[in-house]
């Protein structure tokens, strides 16, 4: 037995971090051992992330597992090293001079053949990075070409922009160079017309007072029959000016005129404030005004103020989806849906997309029943087709998701998952921030409970998506709720 065991492979005994025999050997979750020390400080490293692998197989683990010393390794290696095993040489523990006496009579295969097949190997590395290089060489010019088109249509944007604005600002301009000339024109008009009666009205009172003097004098002649005389030329008065002519009008003037602009000024600006938002470069609100930013929801109410009827796209619903309810409702059937074939169609996992596009503040809730659903948000150009992982809602960076369960919820990025703890309820409410980078996580009963917070730069419009487990929870349902 101790021959046999001299015998063994020595590689097999190495930790495969530190390339030496195994010390204090502890064996993980997937079954691959280290030493105790090697897989702490590789660990360790992985502490930031909340999630641990094994250097080997990459099988992940959250939370991070307890190590426990493995006795019956531990007490092989001792009775291993007893019978003459060693640790291997460290360049990847190849068999030095000494361990060939030790083999003698094995099969044994020459240096340079061996060097042949590694060779060839090599060779097939090489290529293989060799076509990564020239595929991501394509992607840097792809991406290349993009801020070349994203920058001429920004340059475009602002130069039609500035012409639409310029001739905005001149029509406003001519208009009150309309109303100015306006005013003048009857200010001159009214000024001529009060002028003109103030001079008859002058007039008169001159005359009036030419004709008291004279009557006032003849009201002191002695001479009877002169005083009969004179008196009935100097008694008649000419004819009065008609007081109606003189229109008094109360003390505004042209305030109306100034109460009509006013008027003008707010219902264009109730016309920025509402059509403003249609105003976008690239799924990012352009916000002219430079208006301060409105501060994030705190109450339910408030969230509902940006809550918004979200419908789902036939076109993207898996073949497995039947959608009902105005399009707002998904179920997975047990049957196979009969749609048209469409680029935009997941085939490979049970999900779909809304019609709508989200750049701006939305806030929307979906109810759930069955075994859980993936409430989701994601770009356009999230890959449709194809049934591995990485197509799945959560397992790319361009989308995000929360796994909802009957027990529990995981919220998911770039194929990175993240417990999430909070009260358990079959609906969700998702608030969007898109030009701030904010999306939000709710469970929603009598309560509103936030459940997972998200803080990134959003790139492009999402859109909201939900996702199903298997075929085996058909049945399963969600919908995009009306809210009042």
Same mark, same amino acid.
């Given at each position: 037995m101790a021959q046999q065991g001299a015998q063994l492979d020595g590689a097999k005994f190495c930790c495969s971090i530190c390339l030496d025999?195994?010390?204090?050997?502890?064996?993980?979750?997937?079954?691959?051992?280290?030493?105790?020390?090697?897989?702490?400080?590789?660990?360790?490293? &992985?502490?930031?992330?909340?999630?641990?692998?094994?250097? +080997?197989?990459? /099988?992940?683990f959250t939370p991070r597992p307890v190590l426990v010393k493995n006795t019956l390794v531990a007490d092989l290696m001792e009775e291993l090293?007893?019978?003459?095993?060693?640790?291997?040489p460290a360049d990847h523990c190849y068999a030095g001079p000494e361990d060939v006496d030790k083999h003698k009579g094995?099969?044994?295969?020459?240096?340079?053949?061996?060097?042949? &097949?590694?060779?060839?190997?090599?060779?097939?590395?090489? +290529?293989?990075? /060799?076509?990564?290089?020239?595929?991501?060489e394509k992607d840097v010019k792809l991406l290349q070409q993009e801020v070349e088109a994203v920058s001429r249509s920004a340059d475009k944007a602002v130069e039609d922009s500035e012409k639409i604005f310029?001739?905005?600002?001149?029509?406003?301009?001519?208009?009150?160079?309309d109303v100015k000339q306006q005013i003048r024109s009857q200010q001159e008009t009214e000024v001529s017309r009060v002028k003109e009666l103030q001079e008859e009205l002058e007039q008169e009172i001159t005359e009036l007072k030419r004709k008291d003097a004279e009557l006032k004098q003849l009201s002191h002649t002695e001479d009877h029959n002169q005083f009969l005389h004179n008196y009935p030329s100097l008694s008649q008065l000419s004819e009065p000016t008609d007081s109606s002519s003189i229109n008094i009008r109360p003390l505004r003037y042209f305030e109306d005129v100034t109460a009509a602009v006013s008027e003008l000024r707010d219902q264009l600006q109730d016309i920025l404030r509402e059509?403003?938002?249609?105003?976008?470069?690239?799924?990012?609100d352009v916000d002219v005004l430079l208006s301060q930013p409105e501060p994030e929801p705190k109450t339910r109410a408030e969230f509902l103020k940006y809550s918004r009827e979200i419908t789902l796209d036939p076109n993207t619903a898996n073949t497995w989806l039947l959608l009902s309810g105005g399009n707002r409702k998904a179920t997975l059937e047990e049957e196979e849906q009969s749609y048209s074939s469409h680029p935009d169609r997941f085939t490979g996992w049970y999900q779909v997309l809304s019609r709508e596009s989200l750049t701006r503040r939305y806030y929307w809730e979906v109810e759930w029943s069955g075994s859980g659903v993936y409430v989701a948000v994601a770009y356009k150009n999230v890959s449709r087709a194809?049934?591995?992982?990485?197509?799945?809602?959560?397992?790319?960076?361009?989308?995000?998701?929360?796994?909802?369960?009957?027990?529990?919820?995981?919220?998911?990025?770039?194929?990175?998952?993240?417990?999430?703890s909070g009260p358990g309820s079959s609906r969700v409410g998702v608030y969007l921030d898109h030009r701030a980078g904010i999306l939000s996580f709710y469970s929603i009963s009598e309560t509103m409970t936030l459940l997972h917070r998200v803080q990134t730069t959003f790139t492009q419009p999402l859109y909201a998506g939900l996702r199903f487990y298997s075929l085996f929870s058909y049945g399963d349902t969600a919908e995009f709720c009306k809210l009042k």
């Open positions: 025999l195994l010390k204090d050997p502890v064996t993980i979750p997937c079954g691959h051992s280290y030493c105790m020390s090697c897989i702490k400080g590789f660990w360790d490293e &992985e502490d930031e992330k909340k999630i641990y692998s094994c250097p +080997q197989c990459r /099988q992940t090293k007893k019978t003459g095993l060693q640790a291997a094995h099969d044994t295969v020459s240096a340079a053949a061996e060097r042949t &097949e590694r060779q060839r190997e090599l060779e097939v590395s090489r +290529q293989n990075i /060799q076509q990564r290089i020239q595929d991501r310029t001739e905005l600002i001149r029509l406003i301009q001519k208009r009150s160079s059509k403003w938002t249609n105003i976008s470069l690239t799924g990012t194809g049934g591995s992982d990485e197509f799945g809602f959560g397992h790319n960076d361009k989308s995000w998701a929360l796994d909802c369960s009957t027990d529990s919820y995981t919220f998911l990025f770039n194929d990175v998952e993240t417990p999430v």
